[in-house]
């Protein structure tokens, strides 16, 4: 999905919500088996219980690693379940040299062919460079994340500015608004309208609404531009509504909700 | 295996060669079909040559997951076969939020078995403790790596030393010299006396001998502490040292001649 299609796509749903799948097999329903086939069921309805309110969502590879091989076949199947009308992330937080970054791209973008990947900026240019060589596929770089522990190094001060200034502006210079967003958390509310005045055009992948505690109204309004330029993601909050049989409807309703708060804003 | 184990390990073989199966199914020998199965089947000949002489297999994680799951699948086979009599570590480059970080130790540690992982330190502590929680197991967290691209953040002055040293001091207070070390690249040899310095007990795995260029003599004068304190990773050396039916015999003996230069220096 290019940004043209990510744009439109948002203004006909009047929905910047991106719906997190972080599927625990320990927090399934009991009518779900705690395997790879039950995180498989359960994504399918969560998916189906939010796709008209959600335009992406986002899996984070971590739960499905832990399931081993049978996990990552879940993901591919997951990926195949939502289809091409969704923008899909895989929330991998990848990076390395230059020939192995290659490889996690081909992972991502070619076998599994999702629409973007996180990456981690630590190793900089020749980790990152290699994602952005794949036509209409997007690199979420790790900006300012939404954890406790992005005090300890992305705060630091270096020549005068946070650390993740110098990662904005650096890696800026290697993709382009059309195939590089960044992550930049709910929780860095303080932070957004200078986030928003380094990288003008940039989409932010935003994680940190719902269990982390960060305030929708409040990044909406600091973090939107002329092309909406954000996507907000929620897992927990939504995958996890009620763990009960009415799960999906549970999920449903939570996801009506941020996808209703958000038109207003648009 | 412990840190007693690794030492004794060590000691035994007069080695501190890492093996690194960054195993690219384009590169294959021809009587190899480009698959999967053909991986695992290049993999196992390699092992068989390298096991005498080598102390720890490094299995670069893209190479398998650009397969999908049937590359994962094979990531556990190569594990299984490699044994418990060497050091196995996952060079994964993981690290997310606490939970999520949480889900990455267990696909490595619990479900696949590894001894130990690579870990990016940019998200701070609750990205890196859950690692560190798992009895006997280790978290390779990277310091100043053997790329390039090094030098766009690693060596940024932050309040007046490079990022790469504010990741050392900080990260070693969360851990200790058992279950933690870094990875710092073979290239970076000027800084390795300072490295050294900064961290006197933990073990390094020092990637970049061989293809990047590193110095292999010149990186065990200076990093070499009283119990080792280091691993050498060789991947492309080894594992294309030949193209043709010779491979295993050629990679052997690439191994060799390192193991026989480091027994010089131990």
Redesign the interface.
């Known amino acids: 999905m290019n940004r043209t299609q990510l744009i439109q796509t948002i203004r006909q749903k009047r929905s910047y919500l991106c719906v997190g799948l ?1 599927t ?1 097999p320990q927090l399934l329903p009991v009518s779900f088996a705690r395997t790879a086939e039950g995180v498989l069921q359960f994504n399918k309805a969560i998916i189906d219980a939010t796709r008209s309110t959600c335009v992406a969502y986002k899996i ?1 590879t ?2 499905y ?9 879940v993901m ?1 199947k997951t990926v195949g379940y939502i289809g091409d009308e969704h923008f899909i992330i895989a ?1 991998a ?9 290659y ?2 791209a ?3 973008f ?3 062919n999702v629409d973007a990947i996180t990456v ?9 460079k290699p994602f952005l060589t794949f036509p209409d596929k997007w690199t979420i770089v ?1 900006g300012l ?10 705060l ?4 005068g500015a946070p ?1 993740y200034e ?2 904005l502006r ?1 890696v800026s210079s290697w993709g382009n608004p059309s195939n590089l967003m960044f992550v930049v958390g709910a929780t860095q509310a303080d932070s957004f309208t200078r986030i928003r005045s380094i990288c003008p055009d940039h989409f932010f992948l935003v994680p940190g609404v719902g269990a982390q505690g960060g305030s929708l109204g409040e990044i909406s309004q600091k973090a939107m531009n002329k092309d909406v330029g954000f996507l907000v993601n929620a897992s927990r909050a939504i995958l996890y509504a009620s763990s009960e049989a009415d799960f999906a409807e549970a999920a449903a309703k939570v996801a009506e909700k941020y996808q209703a708060e958000m038109s207003t804003y648009l």
């Open positions: 972080d625990d984070n971590a739960f690693e832990s399931l081993g091989a049978h996990g990552w076949t591919e929330d937080k990848r990076g390395d040299i230059g020939n192995t970054s490889q996690y081909t992972a991502f070619s076998q599994m981690s900026p630590y190793m900089g240019e020749d980790s990152i790790l994340t939404s954890n406790s522990g992005a005090g300890d190094f992305e630091l001060n270096c020549d650390l110098h990662v650096k």
